[in-house]
């Protein structure tokens, strides 16, 4: 009774905030896992898990809203760093809840969402890229809605990627025409563009996030979508990840609002 009081609660909510406008794209950096388990003395890894589960709040909160995109930061090149336990401890996790994501009555499922990996998947272990594939193949279908999960993930490394695989491309170009005799010297053809970057981003399906949230009170990006952030907004509600709820989801949806209806109103006044 209680829960079904608080869905209609929140689906008016929605409705209301569905006047103004509404992000397409939100991405989470999702800090303070370790630091909830060690502020509530749980065992280790508790706190991740906790974590999903409001991770799995938050995709609701989003998807009832109309936000299409989600992108979240749940394991980044620099994590391998980790100690060997803590680094196999996450993979654990992440392969037990990949399989999840899978179950008919999952989040993803319910809500039609395709499952994207973005990332050096090849730096992944074999069971958990294996199972990475199983979910991008297996929600393939689905159109309502994009959850990007990124993992072997950073900025710097996609770029490089998306860099190193143009260039190839317009090696091989420049090769076929030198050799069918169509070469030309002309440098409007023969450099890459940006265009020809931003396709072989890892990213390169979704559009430009217009929210980063970032628990824990932190305002560093941490090699977080570097390149698709230059015109995005940045929160940081200051709660651990596992702790973020409804009210740090409406405070960051109304700011939005806010700041866009004041965008609006000063491109008119141009
Ligand atoms: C399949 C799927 C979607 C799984 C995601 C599971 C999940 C919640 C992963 C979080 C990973 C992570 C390294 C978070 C950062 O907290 P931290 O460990 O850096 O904690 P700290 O900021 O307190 O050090």
Redesign the pocket.
Known sequence: MYDTIVNFLRKCIFYVLSVGPIPNHIAF??????????RWNLMQGA???V??S??MSMLKYCYELGVRYVT?????ID?FKRTPE?VQS?MD??LD??E??LKEESIVNRYGIRVYFSGNLKLLSEPVRLAAERAMLATAKNSKAV?S?CVAYTSTNEILHAVQESCEEKWDEITLLNSSGGYEPDENVNLIKLTDIEKHMYMAFAPDPDIIIRT?GETRLSNFLLWQSANCYLYSPSV??PEIGFRQFLWVILNFQRIQVYLDKKRKQV
């Open positions: 950096i999702m800090d303070g896992n370790r630091r909830y388990t060690k706190g991740h898990k974590g999903y409001a991770l979240i930061y749940a394991f980044s994590n803590e996450l996790l992440m809840k990949i999840e994501l959850l999960i824990s651990l990840w």
